[in-house]
């Protein structure tokens, strides 16, 4: 199925297995005798079949409720008794595909993700594995999106961390066009005993400040990096151009040499970048060639190359 349509009340498009966007879902059955399953959505309205919602259960199997609890009734039972089970999923001749859980959908860019497809990406990183890396969504008070922060298991020098933090920020923007806020450095990932992974814990942590310290020791070890090395001078016109036009969309001075994947350039920084880039040299850069040139530097000389052969 096509990941990007895996919201609440839409039908999955299917997609080739071997594009990009696709997403394999495995069935998990059917449901056990005396017990009845629905897919609703957010307003606990039942769905066709093949579409994506709140998977919901009731029987005899099935608890009445909390006792003396009429809060926690209220939030996981729907007005007509169906219990909420916190998982998103779809119902398909039958049979159940679990898409995710309802709290840790990540909401960035008016864009639904999941996080397991995030960390799917970024354990391609050197010496990351599945279980070592947690990617979760936390909202600023009043905020209307998320910062996505990327938790990875690690317990050496700081030192050490950052190139594993510039990877996995470089796949996950590459891949998803998403902007990495941090990646974060935990020692232990938090785990229920059937060992599922806690994010509310990580993500709790990182608001009420427990990992201040090593966010500001990663900073100072960049800002020291940045200036042991310099900023290398632009060697053309054209360099200097593109170079204006990055560091006034990322708001910041970068080199020539800077991966823009590695330093968190979303996708609608990308954008906002080729949309400059086109305004000065129109019809020669298309969007999709800054993935295979990602340093003002190789871009450049990609410019460079197609002014000649156009020359």
């Not at 010496?127 to 969504?137: D, F, S």
């Amino acid at each position: 199925m096509d990941r990007h349509t895996l919201n609440v009340g839409q039908a999955p498009q299917p997609l080739p297995a071997e594009q990009e966007d696709a997403l394999s879902l495995m069935s998990v059955g059917k449901a056990i005798p005396y017990c009845n399953l629905r897919i609703a959505d957010d307003q606990d309205h039942e769905l066709a079949d093949g579409h994506v919602g709140h998977i919901q259960i009731s029987g005899d199997n099935v608890t009445q409720g909390y006792f003396e609890n009429p809060e926690a009734n209220a939030k996981g039972f729907s007005a007509d008794g169906w219990l909420k089970t916190g998982d998103l999923g779809m119902l398909k001749a039958g049979k159940l595909y679990i898409t995710g859980r309802a709290k840790e959908i990540i909401f960035v860019n008016g864009q639904n993700y999941y996080p397991h497809d995030i960390e799917s990406i970024a354990i391609r990183a050197e010496n990351l594995e599945l279980g070592k890396v947690v990617a979760a969504g936390v909202r600023a008070k009043h905020g209307s999106t998320d910062d996505l922060i990327i938790f990875v298991l690690h317990r050496m020098d700081m030192k050490e961390f950052m190139p594993i933090a510039s990877q996995v920020t470089r796949l996950v923007n590459e891949h998803t066009g998403l902007e990495v806020a941090h990646v974060v450095p935990v020692k232990r990932i938090p785990k229920t005993t059937s060992g599922k992974i806690q994010r509310h814990l990580l993500e709790q942590d990182y608001v009420n400040g427990v990992y201040d310290a090593e966010l500001a020791e990663l900073a100072a070890l960049r800002a020291q990096l940045e200036a042991a090395g310099g900023t290398r001078t632009t060697s053309n016109e054209i360099e200097k151009k593109l170079k204006d036009i990055c560091d006034a969309a990322l708001e910041r001075n970068i080199d020539v040499q800077d991966n823009l994947f590695e330093i968190g350039a979303s996708s609608l920084k990308l954008i906002e970048i080729h949309e400059q880039i086109d305004r000065i040299y129109p019809g020669l850069v298309d969007l999709t060639e800054m993935f295979d040139f990602p340093t003002i530097s190789e871009l450049s000389k990609h410019l460079e190359g197609k002014m000649a052969a156009t020359a």
